[in-house]
């Protein structure tokens, strides 16, 4: 399956999971220090950030289980991402997830998007578990010609535990 939206990112993309985001912010104090502040959510496989250079708008593919065609694209890594029993995934702007992680403690629920998020990007039923999430980007030439500056594929793959990878930097693409 593969499913594409448009994201306004205001310069930082996240991927977040719901459950992980809230419990992590129940013991912890946000860190504003940008990447340094994300990095234990990366991680523990809670979050995902990517700073993108190219401009507001993002065309983000999501590939679950299957091989999306990536030849023109550049590599940004692989990462992991817990998924919990009824989690869901969601894609926002780093100032978004700043208030939702500062102010709310890291509960999704408690925020109330604005028309910014109309459609919200999330990603709901995936099965609980871990996934190894291949990261992909190619800056756009021409806006007009998918409403996007930077175009990015998530290809999400299940695992069956988290394996040891310690993140020490954000890409910037």
């Not at 091989?67 to 702007?93: H, I, K, N, R």
Request: hydrophobic share 35%; aromatic share 12%; with cysteine.
């Amino acid at each position: 399956m593969i499913q594409t939206y448009n994201v306004s990112t205001e310069g930082v993309l996240v991927l977040c999971a719901q459950v992980g985001l809230k419990n992590y912010y129940q013991d912890n104090a946000f860190d504003y220090d940008y990447p340094e502040g994300i990095l234990p959510l990366i991680n523990q496989g809670i979050a995902l950030a990517f700073t993108t250079e190219s401009g507001d708008e993002v065309c983000v593919q999501v590939a679950l289980n299957k091989s999306p065609e990536v030849a023109d694209f550049q590599d940004l890594g692989t990462y992991q991402l817990e998924v919990q029993a009824d989690d869901t995934l969601y894609f926002l702007d780093h100032a978004t997830f700043t208030q939702i992680c500062d102010g709310l403690q890291g509960d999704i629920n408690q925020y109330e998007f604005d028309d910014t998020y109309s459609p919200k990007v999330t990603l709901e039923n995936l099965p609980a578990g871990w996934y190894q999430v291949q990261a992909y980007g190619k800056p756009l030439d021409d806006f007009e010609e998918k409403q996007c500056y930077l175009e990015m594929i998530f290809s999400f793959t299940s695992i069956t535990q988290k394996e040891t990878i310690e993140i020490d930097d954000v890409v910037a693409i």
